[in-house]
């Protein structure tokens, strides 16, 4: 199996398989539309056993929807070299918490133009580009235990992107979201007032080897600290079914920035983890060491395992702990297990 069968079987086994679960439901002249998505059911329970105000919680088993979406993409073919698409795509939960409506959220909302030549420009409400070709061979879990930056970093709606086509194994790629305060009154408006977050950088992926350097001006309404914030991450395929990654992070500290109870200021995040897959089966395991400037270190740890029962149906278990205990010579299983996140169920895709 080559690097491309094997990203194709770890995406497949995740669950992250739209594209090729999408029904065409309209395809002529040059003009396509698919349909997509998922239904997803689990329990979770465990977790931090108090909240941020140091008040105890239940933190007992629940049921719970597990991110079902419903999407659209379409495109149109311009001309042989340039193409005009779409994207736009709902989450619902469905659960009993959301029996009262039907979509809670639109996740993608999206135009652009693609040229195999010039490159992709796209415009509207979609997925940081940071996270798409830098961290993204750490984003493999379904719900928690991603600690590098994600799809929302300084992203999603009244953003702008650019990137190259690919060149020699090279692509770059160019980000930017704007915060308006239109239609604000002065008592309603922020301290920080009308604000751009550009993001951008380069990745090469050539063989085995794939490597994303990246920055992205944090701004605070954004929800960062108003610092850079700059990651240098990479994954390995050592064999057709096993791929190792590991990825370094960093932000300057912000005297002035007060960070929230689960946020972070200045920070050095260091991550190492891997995927094995053999036949319907994939499992995901990683380890991250969190140096912060200002408040608390801290390690964190999760792991996956998932099964394709067919190409369409998936069942998982995931556990993750964000904030784990030093291993040493006085730490107990309880200390180990106190805070541990875990996740299963099933998917349907469609």
Do not use: C
């Not at 979406?69 to 939960?93: I, K, N």
């Not at 940071?130 to 300084?154: C, M, N, W």
């Not at 291993?327 to 996140?341: E, N, P, S």
């Amino acid at each position: 199996m080559k690097k491309t069968l094997l990203a194709t079987a770890i995406v497949g086994a995740l669950g992250a398989s739209a594209a090729a679960q999408a029904a065409t439901v309209y395809d002529q002249d040059g003009t396509k539309l698919d349909i997509y998505g998922r239904i997803a059911m689990g329990i979770a329970g465990g977790g931090p056993e108090f909240n941020s105000a140091g008040q105890e919680i239940d933190d007992g088993a629940e049921f719970v929807d597990v991110y079902s979406r419903l999407g659209l993409r379409m495109s149109h073919e311009v001309s042989r070299d340039l193409t005009a698409f779409g994207r736009l795509e709902w989450r619902f939960s469905g659960d009993e918490r959301n029996t009262d409506q039907g979509f809670n959220e639109i996740r993608q909302s999206y135009i652009g133009l693609q040229s195999d030549q010039f490159g992709t420009f796209q415009a509207g409400n979609f997925d940081s580009f940071y996270k798409d070709f830098v961290s993204l061979p750490f984003d493999v879990y379904i719900d928690r235990g991603l600690e590098f930056a994600g799809h929302p970093t300084q992203s999603r709606g009244d953003s702008i992107g650019y990137y190259t086509p690919e060149l020699s194994g090279f692509t770059a790629f160019l980000q930017a979201k704007y915060y308006s305060e239109r239609g604000l009154t002065e008592g309603e408006q922020t301290s920080e007032g009308e604000v751009i977050a550009p993001q951008g950088g380069v990745r090469y992926a050539q063989g085995p080897i794939t490597i994303g350097l990246g920055f992205v001006d944090d701004v605070q309404r954004g929800g960062g600290n108003g610092e850079m914030l700059y990651g240098l991450i990479g994954s390995y395929d050592f064999t057709d079914q096993f791929s190792a990654r590991l990825g370094y992070e960093t932000r300057d500290n912000n005297n002035s920035y007060v960070p929230s109870a689960t946020g972070d200021n200045g920070f050095d995040k260091v991550g190492l983890g891997g995927t094995f897959t053999t036949g319907p089966w994939a499992f995901t395991a990683d380890y991250y060491n969190v140096d912060r400037d200002s408040q608390d270190d801290s390690n964190a740890w999760a792991f996956g395992s998932y099964y394709n029962v067919s190409s369409n149906f998936d069942v998982f278990l995931e556990l993750a702990d964000g904030d784990a205990p030093t291993v040493d010579r006085d730490t107990t299983l309880g200390d180990l297990t106190d805070d541990v996140y875990w996740l299963t169920g099933a998917r349907y895709h469609f």
